[in-house]
Every structure is written in C-alpha cells, then in structure tokens.
C-alpha cells in the first residue's frame, strides 16, 4: 500500500469518524490487550498475525480486540488477498485526550490550591 493511499484511507476515516462517543473511546481503552494493540501499531502498520505473536489468546480472539478498534475508529485495517494490514488512527485519541486535558488543568489548580493552603499553614506555625 503507498503512503498516498494510506493518507487517503486514513482522511476517509478522519471524515466517518464524526466524533465517536468518548464512552466508546474509553472503553475500548480500557482492556490492556487493545493498549497493547495500540501500542505495537504505534511503531508501524503490522499485519493480523503479528499482531497476535506477543499475547497468549488465540486469533480470533486478537481479531475481536483488532474489530473494537476499528469501530472506534483506532484502527484502519486493509485486506490484501488473505493478509489483513492494521494501521493506527490516532485522531480519535484527540477527543480523549481534549477530555482529558480539561480535568488535568482542574487538578493542576486543586493542587496548586492545596500547595499554596500548606505553605500559609506552615508560615503561620512557624516553621
């Protein structure tokens, strides 16, 4: 596959993927085997079978964790003959990640509260 097709069924999902709920996002992260898929795709596109060498369950099994991913949008497969190619979309990561970003700028402020409330309290103890 060229890197201009692959850009090209990549932007096909960009555009089907219209905002995938988070539920979704998050759930489909939330099982280490889908991670670890995650994580090997992240490296480069690989095929259903090495996908599969590193985890202790059978193919079949691999290839639900693999359909997840690809409801969700994680992950674009291309079927060559008999050899299924995975790639990684991460753009619905973005979403996740947005999420997520607005809680991280939340607790930064609780803790910087907190640190602040500590440093008065120790000022006023005197040590």
């Not at 709920?21 to 992260?29: C, K, N, Q, R």
């Not at 090495?50 to 985890?55: K, T």
Request: with cysteine.
């Amino acid at each position: 596959m060229t890197d201009a097709l692959i850009l090209a069924r990549m932007f096909n999902e960009v555009v089907k993927y219209d905002a995938i709920p988070l539920d979704t996002i998050f759930s489909a992260l939330g099982d280490s085997t889908r991670r670890a898929i995650l994580a090997r795709l992240a490296q480069g596109p690989a095929t259903v079978t090495e996908i599969a060498e590193p985890f202790d369950i059978s193919l079949p099994a691999v290839s639900k964790h693999l359909r997840v991913l690809e409801r969700t949008g994680l992950l674009i497969r291309q079927k060559k003959g008999r050899i299924h190619t995975c790639y990684l979309n991460a753009t619905p990561l973005r979403e996740a990640s947005g999420w997520l970003a607005m809680y991280e700028q939340f607790w930064e402020g609780q803790l910087d509260s907190l640190a602040q409330f500590l440093e008065e309290t120790n000022e006023e103890k005197g040590t």
